[in-house]
Nanobody
Framework: QVQLVESGGGLVQSGESRRLSCVASGEYRNLQQVYWYRQTPGNQRELIAS??????TNYAASVKGRFTISSDWKDTVYLQMSGLTPEDTALYSC??????????????WGQGTRVTVSS
């Protein structure tokens, strides 16, 4: 079993930057793909960034050019956010695809960290 814990959320001013972290713990061989999502009340969870070990990234149009996803491919995924606006206020959560010791790919989710951007 793998656990994910996000951190770095909080209250920020509009225009500021913030870095979120997602740390994986447990038994696995390596991270294979990593993702960040966000969800606002009454809305579905939205995929905003993804990254593969081949360094292929994808971003939602709403964050492209402002957010950057990265990983150390050991246990940590980051989301660097800049130029934050009140529209970025949401619960941010990560998902990782890991390769376990049997060579199988499995997905795990974190509980999320809340970011509130004040105007």
């Amino acid at each position: 079993q793998v656990q994910l814990v996000e951190s770095g959320g909080g209250l920020v001013q509009s225009g500021e930057s913030r870095r979120l972290s997602c740390v994986a713990s447990g038994e696995y061989r390596n991270l294979q793909q990593v993702y960040w999502y966000r969800q606002t009340p009454g809305n579905q969870r939205e995929l905003i960034a993804s990254l593969t070990t081949s360094h292929v990234t994808n971003y939602a149009a709403s964050v492209k050019g402002r957010f950057t996803i990265s990983s150390d491919w050991k246990d940590t995924v980051y989301l660097q956010m800049s130029g934050l606006t009140p529209e970025d206020t949401a619960l941010y959560s990560c998902r990782v695809m890991i390769i376990d010791h049997e060579g199988d790919a499995k997905n795990y989710w974190g509980q999320g960290t809340r970011v509130t951007v004040s105007s």
